[in-house]
């Protein structure tokens, strides 16, 4: 018998359903997996040779707590020339990949007992950074026929005496929603009202199909209440570089910097000069990824909506479908395994991405359109022939 005692807030912890669902796909042999949330391009060569030469040239050491100074101003000056979202280095903290900001931020200004609302279905991590830091998570679902976007006055209902902030998404995982600018403006004033702050989740803004993203911060009176997450992630193909940033008023990135100390000490020194390359020099090849992601959901989206008992909605950015499944009789969950088993294509249940994402499933269309067709003829075929 273990002589380690789990912590008793975490003695209940089981691995999510997603977790389920990819380890159940690792077992299928020839699997079309719809389910990586990843794009499926390499990290572009010379972003490598950056790295590279940066280590040669000598930044192998411990980089400076917030970020290096470079890769912050260049962060600053994309986001004041693409969006006019006007900050100064002070107000940028380099973080390990865009997840972490999140949590400390929570760490830093919830105490026991208070409420962060959460519009879904969401990236479900959110639930477990504001429950991992004693808070509570209070949902507002974003409903279909709204086009999957959050209404200010449902936010504004959820709203209590122990409301600390509020989560958005935009461009949205699982959804593809893309809020618009006078949702935003509602959103704004309501959180103006109530002396909220809000975190800002705009790491798939470089992926956008339709309208404009127009970051949070940017609203009159809203940079001083906002947190805006960004990345390289999904825009340069640099996932496992493992590289984000804030963007925030000094004094709350000041604190989150002090509370990192103890789980990061800073982010490699490396992937930081080769995230300066990229952001530098990469804006064609973003944009031509972000063309070859239109494609593959155009594609996704007309074959989906021609089997029966599917339904989707067109998304406004992302990589994402989130297709209507209850016309098959199934739930999220139930739909998923069987799909697995009758087609060997992996998808992940909408229940896992909030109670508002039961009754769809999300998919990923970073593949190619030749392994996107195979998919979609099997899911066709298994779906007609059941």
Not at 18 to 41: C, H, T, W, Y
Request: hydrophobic share 40%; proline share 6%.
């Amino acid at each position: 018998m273990s002589a380690v005692k789990i912590a008793e807030r975490f003695s209940d912890l089981q691995p999510s359903l997603m977790v389920k669902v990819f380890r159940a796909a690792a077992q299928v042999e020839d699997l079309s997996n719809l389910g990586i949330g990843e794009p499926d391009f390499n990290t572009e060569p010379d972003i490598v040779d950056a790295a590279a030469r940066a280590g040669k040239e000598g930044f192998t050491h411990y980089p400076p707590l917030p970020g290096f100074l470079d890769l912050r101003q260049e962060i600053c000056s994309y986001w004041d020339k693409k969006y006019g979202l006007k900050s100064v280095p002070d107000e940028v903290f380099v973080t390990t990949g865009g997840i972490q900001s999140p949590f400390l931020l929570f760490q830093a200004i919830l105490d026991p007992g208070d409420e962060v609302i959460v519009t879904e279905p969401c990236f479900v991590a959110y639930f477990q950074q504001v429950e991992y830091n004693g808070g509570r998570v209070v949902t507002v679902p974003c409903l279909e026929e709204n086009g999957f976007n959050p209404r200010a006055e449902d936010i504004e209902k959820a709203i209590t005496p122990r409301t600390r902030a509020i989560m958005l998404n935009s461009p949205c995982n699982p959804t593809g929603a893309v809020i618009d600018r006078v949702e935003l403006e509602k959103i704004a004033a309501v959180v103006e009202k109530h002396d909220l702050f809000v975190v800002s989740d705009e790491i798939y803004e470089s992926i956008l199909f339709e309208g404009e993203h127009v970051p949070f911060a940017t609203l009159p009176g809203m940079k001083e209440r906002t947190m805006t997450v960004g990345g390289f992630s999904k825009s340069h193909a640099m996932t496992g570089w493992r590289i984000g940033y804030a963007i925030a008023p000094r004094e709350i990135l000041g604190l989150m910097q002090v509370l990192s100390i103890v789980q990061s000490f800073g982010v490699n020194s490396l992937a930081q000069k080769a995230a300066l390359y990229a952001l530098k020099t990469q804006e064609k090849k973003v944009m031509e990824r972000r063309d070859i992601f239109r494609q593959r959901v155009d594609y996704a989206l007309e074959r989906l909506n021609a089997i029966p008992g599917i339904s989707c909605l067109k998304p406004g950015g992302s990589f994402y479908l989130f297709p209507n499944i209850s016309g098959t009789g199934m739930n999220s969950e139930e739909f998923t395994f069987w799909l697995l088993e009758k087609a060997k294509v992996a998808v992940i249940p909408g229940i896992s991405f909030g109670k508002s994402g039961e009754g769809y499933v999300r998919i990923s269309c970073a593949m190619s359109l030749k392994d996107l067709e195979k998919a979609m003829d099997r899911m066709e075929n298994a779906l007609k022939n059941r």
